[in-house]
């Protein structure tokens, strides 16, 4: 079943996923919402798990600041999170300026 909340975006932007127990991990966000994004990991983490995604890089030239979030779904290359607050205020900055981009 769907969950995702508003429409999803598709990008490459560079993220650091702090976990709880303090370990640290890249990956690629592939696509976002106000609900949400994907995230290809180079290992798994588990489902229900809390992050924090930490945008290191993107065509806005900002840095966000740390957006916590949940592991909802796994996949072979990444793992789909939840935002713990719906449009978080960073992610809905990102949204309106990659739609916003030609």
């Known amino acids: 079943m769907e969950h995702r909340w508003g429409r999803r975006i598709a990008l490459k932007i560079a993220v650091q ?4 127990v ?3 991990m890249l990956g690629q966000m592939t696509n976002v ?35 916590t979030a949940h ?3 796994r996949t072979s290359d990444g793992v789909g999170i939840e935002w713990s ?3 978080p205020r960073s992610v809905s900055v990102l949204l309106e300026a990659m739609q916003a981009i030609p």
């Open 17 to 20: 996923l702090a976990m709880e």
């Open 22 to 24: 303090g370990d640290l």
């Open 33 to 67: 919402s106000i609900s949400g994004a994907f995230v290809q990991t180079p290992r798994a983490i588990p489902l229900g798990a809390q992050v924090e995604v930490i945008v290191q890089n993107h065509r806005v030239g900002r840095r966000l600041e740390r957006v």
């Open 71 to 73: 592991v909802v779904r």
């Open 85 to 87: 607050d719906l449009a």
